[in-house]
Nanobody, 115 residues
Framework: QVQLVESGGGLVQAGGSLRLSCAAS????????MGWYRQAPGKQRELVAI???????NYADSVKGRFTIDRDNAKNSVYLQMHSLKPDDTAVYYC?????????WGRGTQVTVSS
């Protein structure tokens, strides 16, 4: 089974930066859309950013201008560069990828932003 594995989470000071990475465990597998979601304690999981196979992107209003999503199709990976982090960004961040008939989720990586 294909798995998505996130890395790069951790503790960062408010105003700092962090880069999340996500890679598929099976190199032959390809995704059409990929993205990042996040879920804070007691809140619903929300979309942070998505990117299509062609490179088109969409962002949640709360992260526009601060976060950048990109992908490397050759590596079957997706990245989230986060700048100007705020305590409200604290959440578990999940990598997501869609195929023809299914969607796949990573197990999540914790991002904690201290004030």
């Amino acid at each position: 089974q294909v798995q998505l594995v996130e890395s790069g989470g951790g503790l960062v000071q408010a105003g700092g930066s962090l880069r999340l990475s996500c890679a598929a465990s099976e190199s032959r597998f390809s995704f059409d859309n990929m993205g990042w979601y996040r879920q804070a304690p007691g809140k619903q999981r929300e979309l942070v950013a998505i990117i299509t196979s062609g490179g088109s992107t969409n962002y949640a209003d709360s992260v526009k201008g601060r976060f950048t999503i990109d992908r490397d199709n050759a590596k079957n990976s997706v990245y989230l560069q986060m700048h100007s982090l705020k305590p409200d960004d604290t959440a578990v961040y999940y990598c997501w990828g869609s195929a023809v008939k299914d969607a796949y989720w990573g197990r999540g990586t914790q991002v904690t932003v201290s004030s």
